[in-house]
T-cell receptor, first 113, second 109 residues
Framework: SQTIHQWPATLVQPVGSPLSLECTVEGTSNPNLYWYRQAAGRGLQLLFYSVGIGQISSEVPQNLSASRPQDRQFILSSKKLLLSDSGFYLC????????????FGQGTRLTVV | DAKTTQPNSMESNEEEPVHLPCNHSTISGTDYIHWYRQLPSQGPEYVIHGLTSNVNNRMASLAIAEDRKSSTLILHRATLRDAAVYYCIPSNNFNKFYFGSGTKLNVKP
C-alpha cells in the first residue's frame, strides 16, 4: 500500500533562517506531488506541483522554492524565512492520471518567530 | 479552473443523514468532482469522487446532477467524527486540486 511521510511535525524557526521540509512517498511510482500551505484560519493554498523529477510548477509567487531530486521525494525550501511563512504545510501525492484522488501527509506546523 | 460555491456551514444531528451541496456551474466536461474533508489540525482526507454517475463508497455517496453543474455529498448517518470542513473540488486532467473555503459541518449529539 502507498504511504506518505512528511517531517518534521512541528517547527519553530527565527526570521531570516533557512527552511527545508521533506516529503517522501512509498508504494507508488511516478506520482504527482504537491505542496500546500494553510495559514491560520484559512483555506489550503496550492504552492507547488510536480509531475516528475526536476519538473516543478509554482502556483503563486512567494519566498519558497521546491525541488524533486528523486521520483518519490519532494522538498520545500526557503533561503530566508519571513513571518508570513508561518502556517501548516502539507505534502500530497496522486496518481499521474487525471481523476485519481490525492493523499495527504500529516503536515508540518511552521511558526516563524 | 472551475469555481465552486458551498455553504459556509451546516449543522446536523448525530445519526441523521446529511446532504452537503456544491455548485460548480463552470465545470468542464472532463473534470472529475472530488470531495475531501479536513478535521482540525490534520491534512485533508479523500472522501469520494465521480465524473457523471452517482457513486457510493463506505464513507459516503455522491449524487451528481445530470447537467454536472452541481453535486451533493451524502453522509447517510452522521457521527461526531464526521464534524469537519468538507471541500468540493473539480479536478482536470492535470490533477491539480484547488481548495475553496468549504463547508464546516457541525454534528450535534
Amino acid at each position: 500500500s502507498q504511504t506518505i511521510h512528511q517531517w518534521p511535525a512541528t517547527l519553530v524557526q527565527p526570521v531570516g533562517s533557512p527552511l527545508s521540509l521533506e516529503c517522501t512517498v512509498e508504494g507508488t511510482s511516478n506520482p504527482n506531488l504537491y505542496w500546500y500551505r494553510q495559514a491560520a484560519g484559512r483555506g489550503l493554498q496550492l504552492l507547488f506541483y510536480s509531475v516528475g523529477i526536476g519538473q516543478i510548477s509554482s502556483e503563486v509567487p512567494q519566498n519558497l522554492s521546491a525541488s524533486r531530486p528523486q521520483d518519490r521525494q519532494f522538498i520545500l525550501s526557503s533561503k530566508k524565512l519571513l513571518l508570513s511563512d508561518s502556517g501548516f504545510y502539507l505534502c500530497a501525492w496522486s496518481a499521474l492520471l487525471g481523476g485519481d484522488e490525492a493523499f495527504f501527509g500529516q503536515g508540518t506546523r511552521l511558526t516563524v518567530v | 479552473d472551475a469555481k465552486t460555491t458551498q455553504p459556509n456551514s451546516m449543522e446536523s444531528n448525530e445519526e441523521e443523514p446529511v446532504h452537503l451541496p456544491c455548485n460548480h456551474s463552470t465545470i468542464s466536461g472532463t473534470d472529475y468532482i472530488h470531495w475531501y474533508r479536513q478535521l482540525p489540525s490534520q491534512g485533508p482526507e479523500y472522501v469520494i469522487h465521480g465524473l457523471t454517475s452517482n457513486v457510493n463508497n463506505r464513507m459516503a455517496s455522491l449524487a451528481i446532477a445530470e447537467d454536472r453543474k452541481s453535486s451533493t455529498l451524502i453522509l447517510h448517518r452522521a457521527t461526531l467524527r464526521d464534524a469537519a470542513v468538507y471541500y468540493c473540488i473539480p479536478s482536470n486532467n492535470f490533477n491539480k486540486f484547488y481548495f475553496g473555503s468549504g463547508t464546516k459541518l457541525n454534528v450535534k449529539p
